[in-house]
Structures are given as C-alpha cells and as structure tokens.
C-alpha cells in the first residue's frame, strides 16, 4: 500500500492522483494563499410562470451580455451559458469565498430589471413586478462530468 504523499503545488496534484490510481482523472486547480480548489456551479433560473419572456434573440443575447459583464463582479467566472425562451442556465466557476446566493440575487436582480427596461414588450408576457421564479436550482459540478455538462448547457437552445 502506498503511503499519503506529502501536499504538493497545485501543479504536482495531477501527478498525485494519476500515480495513485486514479485513471484519467484531470483536474484544472486554482489556487489562493492557502488553498488549492476546483469549484464549478449549474446554475438555471426559470421565467416567472414558464412564460416565454425570452423569446427573441435579441433578448436571449443581451441576458448573455449582462451575465457576462457582471460576472468580473461578483468573483465568478463564465464557463457556459445558454438561455431558452423560459429559462436559463449559467455553468461558473468560483472561489471558496463566493458568496453563491449573493451571485444568483445579483443575476438575477440586475437582469431582470434591465430586460425589463431595454425590451418593455415583455411586459406583455409577464404580468407585476416578477421576471424570473423566487426559486432556482443551482448544484456542484465534479470536473469528471464538466464536458458533458457544458455540451448539455451549449445545447439548451436547440431543444
């Protein structure tokens, strides 16, 4: 049996788990002053009653635009996201020191009311003050499924 090997830089953290065993086990590390973390986040927002209040491109852009530029922000960075007509999903990836409820309060927050503001004939899909659902889903994602997951994310338009 081997024994524990000692911590190692990020960098030697793939030697170590590929020498243990571990088969095509890859993993891209960030690190800060005294950690070494991969935290990646699926993050879908729903549209208030399912309506489709993203129904053009034009919409389903500048929601992407928006995200993207908050994003520098709120400490995340974008690896994937696509918006359907009635929802939207966001893979990111963050910091042990993200706030995550405050990320998807911003998102959802800020884009609501400039979609409301930039495209008003939405108002004629949704009624009151509410643009996206008071729920969401947002779930951890392991690097070993992170390809698959940005191909289902990339593909949400299609369906």
């Known amino acids: 049996m081997k024994a524990e090997p000692p911590f190692f830089p990020a960098i030697d953290i793939f030697c170590w788990v590929t020498d243990y065993g571990i088969p095509n086990m890859k993993y891209k590390l960030d690190r800060s002053a005294h950690s070494v973390f991969a935290l990646y986040y699926h993050l879908v927002i729903v549209v208030k009653y399912r309506r489709k209040a993203l129904y053009s491109d034009d919409i389903r852009e500048r929601l992407k635009d928006i995200v993207w530029n908050l994003s520098d922000e709120l400490g995340i960075e974008v ?14 990836k963050a910091t042990p020191k993200t706030n995550l409820v405050n990320v998807v309060n911003v998102i959802k927050g800020v884009s609501a009311r400039r979609l409301r503001q930039e495209f008003p004939a939405t108002k004629n899909v949704l009624w009151g003050d509410s643009f996206w659902s008071p729920s969401y889903f947002l779930a951890t994602s392991g690097q070993v499924s992170l390809d698959a997951l940005k191909e289902y994310v990339d593909s949400q338009l299609e369906k």
Request: charged share 20%; no cysteine.
């Open 79 to 92: 690896v994937a996201h696509e918006p359907a007509e009635d929802h939207y999903h966001l893979l990111f």
